[in-house]
């Protein structure tokens, strides 16, 4: 009998129709939801897919993750901060190659002089990316952690461009016991959902662009608890969603959970990917690092399902090996000049074209601004 996939077109979704939307399983059936929502992201987003250079400028983190690579207590690591003038270079040749917009990422550090490092960085980028092509500046997310209020504002007026500031703070899960089995060891409990939840409204109210979004195939997570994800991303009001599978780090402290095989992942990534964009519909969705190093065309898969913003990684070579969040991280791009021919690459293929020297704000966050 065949499937009835006249529910893809609903404007509007039951917590039903998102469990069965994750749950296919039949290669043409996830076909058909991934051509929906690459349909959909062409109807209210059009064609282009927006660039964020990725430059991970610290390791260095005070939070102990269970899941993360770089989590304090994993000493195997090397730590690292880039110094103030290799990140200004990024960002300089990120702006020449027409990026329009960076993602500034490192562990999570709340001290007074790691956050006046920060604004003085975002100072000088501003200062020094202000061009004719790009008359704001460049556009900048930030994913620096869980920060009280006054830092996020005081980062919001160092990058002196209101309409290109964004600020990236996942849920990691929306369940809370599962977070804090995720973050909580006996006698250590270091994260809490709720902070997490208040964060991303102060981030709201000091005026970033909100992203958030989930690890998917969790150790213990549910197809319902990414259903509750994608209800939790409507009731955050989010403005874009980055998310990925979780994969397993040996530096972490859940390597004996293990992890879900390859092609269920995949499938449930990019399933979830698509579900997101049908249910929110006109936010940015970014096809995470994660994806890539599940899959090597990862990137071209996340566009055909949805996604409508690619994070190329700008970081330069020699402190990519330290920066393992997880195993294996994908990191064979080599700069930033290079890596628009590489994206345009991959945009092509997935049939899209790449907004060079845009912000590429969220038509979300416009509608609602
Ligand atoms: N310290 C900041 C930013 C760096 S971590 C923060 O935590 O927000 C960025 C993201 O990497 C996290 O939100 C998490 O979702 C993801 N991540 C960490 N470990 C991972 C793993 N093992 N598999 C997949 N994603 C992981
Ligand atoms: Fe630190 Fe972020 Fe990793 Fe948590 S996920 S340990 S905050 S880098």
Redesign the pocket.
């Known amino acids: 009998m065949a499937t009835n996939f006249d529910f893809l077109r609903q404007t509007t979704f039951s917590d039903d129709d998102i469990a069965r939307m994750l749950r296919l399983k039949a290669p043409e059936d996830v076909k058909r939801l991934q051509e929906r929502a690459y349909e959909l992201t062409t109807d209210l987003l059009g064609d282009e897919v927006y660039l964020r250079g990725l430059i991970e400028i610290s390791n260095i ?1 005070t ?1 102990n ?1 269970r ?4 989590r304090k207590s994993n000493h195997a690591v090397s730590r690292y901060t880039l110094p103030r003038h290799v990140v200004i270079g990024c960002a300089l040749a990120a702006a020449r190659a027409g990026y329009g917009s960076i993602a500034i ?4 550090r709340t001290d007074r002089h790691w956050v006046e490092w920060i604004s003085g960085l975002l100072r000088e980028i501003h200062e020094r990316t202000v061009s004719d092509t790009l008359p704001l500046g460049l556009g900048i997310t930030l ?4 920060q009280p209020y006054e830092v996020y504002a005081e980062w919001a007026e160092a990058s002196g461009n209101p309409d290109g500031l964004r600020y ?3 849920i ?1 899960t929306s369940n809370p016991e599962l977070f804090h089995k995720l973050h909580c060891t006996p006698g250590r409990h270091e994260k809490n959902l709720e902070h997490r939840m208040t964060a991303l409204r102060n981030l709201r109210r000091a005026g970033y662009q909100v992203g958030t ?3 998917i195939g969790l150790p213990g997570q549910t197809v319902e608890d990414l259903v509750q994800d994608i209800r939790t991303f409507q009731t955050i009001d989010a403005d874009m969603i980055g ?7 040996k530096g ?1 402290d ?1 390597v004996d959970c293990g992890m879900m095989a390859h092609d269920p992942l995949l499938r449930l990534s990019l399933n979830m990917i698509a579900a997101t964009r049908l249910v929110l519909r006109d936010v940015n969705i970014a096809a ?1 690092t ?1 994806l890539e190093t599940l899959e090597p065309n990862g990137r071209i898969l996340g566009i055909m399902s949805g996604c409508n913003v690619v994070m190329p990684n700008i970081t330069p070579q020699a402190t990519r090996s330290s920066y393992q ?2 195993d294996n991280k994908s990191g064979t791009e080599v700069g930033a000049e290079s890596n628009t021919k590489i994206e345009s690459d991959i945009v092509r293929i997935a049939g899209r074209r790449l907004g060079l020297n845009q912000l590429g704000s969220s038509i979300h966050w416009q509608s609602r601004r």
Request: aromatic letters at 8%; glycine letters at 14%; charged letters at 10%.
């Open positions: 983190c939070a993750c899941y993360c690579g770089i990422q490192a562990g999570e994913s620096l952690g869980e990236l703070l996942r990691e979004g989930v690890m998310m990925g599978p979780y994969l397993l780090s972490a859940m995470a994660a969040l997880y």
